[in-house]
């Protein structure tokens, strides 16, 4: 399971990092990507986010309706 339990001062630095990975990571690909039709990039953007929420909703606990 990816969720910690941190709280306060500790927990926002870890999602500040987390912020600035994803950033990075996004800022490294994108030019790579750059030739390719803007309209395929942001699908892929779209579906990856999507796919990581899903997951981490998941991981957190929630339950898929039914």
Do not use: E
Not at 2 to 10: D, H, S
Not at 33 to 47: C, F, V
Request: glycine share 8%.
């Amino acid at each position: 399971m990816l969720y910690v339990a941190v709280q306060g001062p500790r927990r926002a630095a870890c999602m500040k990092n987390s912020a600035s990975l994803s950033w990075g990571i996004d800022n490294n690909l994108t030019p790579k990507l750059s030739a390719a039709d803007p309209l395929q990039i942001a699908m892929i953007k779209r579906l990856a986010a999507g796919t990581v929420n899903f997951a981490l909703a998941l991981g957190r606990g929630a339950v898929l309706p039914d």
